[in-house]
């Protein structure tokens, strides 16, 4: 079964440093990768997402993440954090359910980003 | 750009009651998923549709739940006879097939 370690419950950063927030996956094949940021009381919006091709992913609000095969990682990344990235933060995991396709997506924990000023 | 949308936002009831919940997906979208998130967790896969088939459904669901999507667009979500331990946000997700899935913002049920 696919599963989704994020060793980070809670990181704090202080405005304008870079962050790294960190993914490890269990999965036999090569998976679909997403991450996803969560504001309290509020759905998941999806920040960037790995099929195939370039191990280097952009996202949307200056995020990239890189997918790692060798370390089954793919920990997402950003240059200079502002106070409004301060949310929550969870990478998934799908599998593939045929060609192009896959199906559930299975959740890490997530990780708590807190923004000091 | 219309995305998922999800009824009530929030559902308090009694133990015991059977609560329904909505979900309209982005238009274009065949697939359609159900997740619970708990606090402090990840979500946690329910069942999932595309068009109007139920494709998969996590053994973790009980008897007491059942989903439908009768004619492929909207689908409920309901949970007959609520126990404690039914608390949770429950999040609905659409997608094309093969696309990545966008999330409403759930539906809080909280049990008395």
């Known amino acids: 079964a696919q599963s989704v370690t994020q060793p980070d419950i809670h990181i704090t950063v202080s405005e304008g440093a870079s962050l790294e927030l960190r993914c490890n996956y269990s999965?036999?094949?090569?998976?679909?990768l997403f991450w996803y940021v969560q504001s309290p009381g509020q759905g998941l919006q999806l920040l960037l997402k790995y099929f195939s091709g370039d191990t280097l992913v952009q996202g949307i609000k200056g995020f990239e993440a890189e997918f790692k095969r060798s370390q089954s990682s793919f920990n997402l990344r950003k240059p200079s954090v502002h106070w409004s990235d301060a949310a929550e933060y969870f990478c998934a995991v799908g599998m593939n359910a045929g060609g192009t396709s896959y199906g559930k997506l299975t959740f890490g924990q997530g990780t708590i980003l807190t923004v000091h000023p | 750009d219309t995305g998922v949308s999800q009824d009530p936002r929030h559902k308090i009831t009694k133990r015991g009651q059977n609560v329904t919940f909505r979900c309209d997906p982005i238009?274009?979208?065949?697939?359609l998923y159900w997740y619970r998130q708990t606090l402090g967790q990840g979500p946690e896969f329910l069942t999932y549709?595309?068009?109007?088939?139920?494709?998969?459904k996590s053994r973790l669901l009980s008897d007491r739940f059942s989903a439908e999507r009768p004619k492929g667009s909207f689908s409920t979500l309901e949970i007959q006879r609520t126990e404690q331990g039914d608390s949770a946000m429950y999040l609905c997700a659409s997608s094309l097939v093969g696309g990545p899935q966008h999330f409403g913002d759930g539906t809080r049920l909280s049990i008395l």
């Open positions: 238009s274009e979208h065949n697939r």
């Open positions: 999965y036999g094949a090569t998976p679909y």
């Open positions: 549709f595309q068009n109007e088939a139920q494709l998969e």
